[in-house]
């Protein structure tokens, strides 16, 4: 993943060590939690395998960290998806973490550098319905919902589960950004 360590006012998104494994199974072993995550809960052996795989060139998540603690709250999601300059994003914040904006703020940063570092096309988000929390975070971050997917994946007890596309284009967030910086330039 080409993502160097970034930082927002109260965030810092880093590679993850493999030290980390205890603060990725405080809060990945909560099956709850993880529900819409890939995989589900994880085990201790999860949970250093995840960190190990995510400290090298080939991670596909970064640890979010609360300054000036260095501990993993959490990780986001960030790498190529199917389509040529297209990401997918996606996130999981431990529970006490919930509420303060951290997903949005992660999310913001990592936008960013895909589109202005990166030179990213897209960036895609997906949840399912019952996850509205993570709509939120997508709406809040100016992604617009282009599908709704029925009965798309599978479940482990025989059900199927719908899931919610967004998506986000590099004019969309050029646009986003210079309304915001410059709030008298915004279309009206």
Request: contains cysteine; charged residues 25%; glycine residues 8%.
């Amino acid at each position: 993943m080409p993502i160097v360590p970034l930082e927002t006012p109260r965030l810092r998104l880093r590679r993850f060590r493999p030290g980390d494994w205890p603060a990725v199974h405080a809060y990945a072993a909560d099956a709850d939690l993880m529900r819409y995550m890939g995989g589900g809960a994880l085990d201790e052996a999860g949970a250093r395998a995840f960190a190990a795989t995510n400290a090298g060139d080939e991670a596909e998540a970064v640890a979010v960290t609360v300054k000036p603690d260095d501990r993993p709250i959490g990780h986001m999601l960030f790498h190529p998806w199917y389509a040529p300059r297209t990401y997918e994003i996606g996130w999981v914040l431990d529970r006490p973490s919930h509420g303060r904006g951290y997903a949005t703020e992660a999310a913001a940063a990592l936008l960013r550098h895909g589109f202005e570092t990166l030179s990213l096309h897209r960036v895609i988000a997906t949840c399912q319905p019952e996850n509205p929390a993570s709509a939120r975070v997508m709406e809040k971050l100016g992604m617009r919902r282009e599908g709704w997917f029925r009965q798309c994946i599978a479940r482990d007890d025989g059900t199927w589960w719908d899931e919610w596309f967004y998506a986000l284009l590099a004019e969309e967030w050029f646009a986003r950004e210079r309304d915001r910086t410059n709030p008298g330039t915004a279309a009206m």
